[in-house]
């Protein structure tokens, strides 16, 4: 497909345009014009660990990302380029399929395993809006069960997303052994703390080239509701902000790099020392971009709270009280549609 061709949404009988649906209120457009010329998210070379005086510098990278900006891009992660490459041309092609065939996994219906869907943003005293973009979403555990689920054409697309998700997993692991040392935990500590079989899920975005990005987002003011987000973005194109200390700031890919960032469960866990950050999706006018995201979150039985490690009477009393993670889910989907504040629901008073 011709990038600058009319794309065709799966739920929508027409070629996608900037009619009014799209359009936000100008108290919530993106004021593209005000993006921060700050220097971006920390960029961190794994590769930096292999000596004991190494292993310290890389966690106190690591701590320092996560307790500033709660977002990081790594380099040098172990994922081979081929097989990431693999993936994003496998879901390109996935959106890039006849509407119709794209149509037969559209469904609002949260609980469906494999779906596609449209973010809206409610605005008060108007109609919802709707973003400039469309969604494909399915678990990746258990790849083996999950094959016959996931969407037959595009042909590669079961093959490529096998491999990605094995590679994925294990950097996952190293990533969750890292941000444990860095919280001056044992290494397997996260993992084992999020319970087993955890929540894991992809999230694929597709964001079409928009004639005024100005007027609208690719995807609304967020943060992600899991424990951790590992994130490859299309080359070349820019399109995540992240919000630091009140202004947004552009996380432009990197060659061979992917983006992470800690969830809401990771703020809670860490007692808020770790940050669960404000993020968005912009548009442009000429390029497509196309996001893939992997969600680590914890099982659903698992009760998140403070790590007792980590609070104390005095100095470090606990901020948010225990829930099981199906209570916090519970909320997140009350509040859908709206600038969510679902954490703040679980702080306990000052």
């Known amino acids: 497909m011709d990038q600058m061709q009319s794309f065709q949404m799966a739920n929508s009988a027409i070629p996608l345009s900037l009619t009014s649906k799209f359009i936000l209120p100008e108290d919530k457009r993106p004021q593209l014009a005000q993006i921060s010329s700050l220097a971006s998210v920390p960029v961190i070379d794994l590769n930096d660990n292999g000596s004991k005086n190494g292993h310290y510098l890389l966690l106190q990278k690591i701590s320092q990302a996560c307790e500033e900006y ?12 081929e097989v990431c490459d693999r993936m994003m041309t496998a879901i390109t092609d996935f959106f890039e399929l006849p509407p119709e065939e794209r149509a037969e996994f559209v469904t609002e219906d949260h609980t469906k395993q494999v779906k596609v869907f449209h973010y809206n943003l409610k605005v008060e005293g108007q109609e919802k809006v709707s973003m400039w973009s469309e969604t494909f979403s399915h678990p990746w555990h258990r790849v083996e069960d999950l094959a016959r689920l996931l969407p037959r054409n595009p042909p590669e697309y079961r093959e490529a997303f096998g491999e990605y998700a094995k590679e994925v997993g294990t950097l996952i692991t190293s990533l969750f052994s890292l941000i444990s040392e860095a919280l001056g935990l044992e290494k397997d500590f996260l993992q084992k703390r999020l319970g ?35 994130l490859q973005q299309s080359a070349g194109v820019t399109g995540l902000q992240v919000l630091k ?3 947004w700031v552009a996380v432009d890919p990197i060659p ?18 770790f940050k669960s950050v404000h993020h968005r999706a912009v548009t442009n006018k000429t390029q497509l971009r196309v996001s893939f995201a992997m969600f680590y979150a914890p099982n659903l039985d698992t009760v998140i709270g403070p790590i007792e490690d980590l609070i104390d009477e005095v100095e470090h009393p606990p901020i948010y009280r225990s829930y099981r993670y199906a209570e916090f889910l519970q909320e ?11 954490k703040e629901v679980f702080q306990l008073p000052k």
């Open 196 to 230: 087993d079989p955890p929540e894991l899920r992809t999230q694929a975005n597709y964001y079409p080239p928009c004639p005024n990005p100005d007027l609208t987002l690719g995807l609304a003011i967020h943060t992600d509701v899991p424990a951790l987000t590992v």
């Open 70 to 81: 709660g977002f990081f891009q790594i380099i040098n992660h172990g994922v081979p380029q």
């Open 245 to 247: 200390d009140g202004e």
């Open 332 to 342: 997140f989907f009350r509040q859908e549609g709206t600038r969510r504040m679902v």
């Open 256 to 273: 061979n790099a992917f983006v992470i960032n800690l969830g809401d469960q990771m703020q809670v866990l860490s007692n808020g020392r």
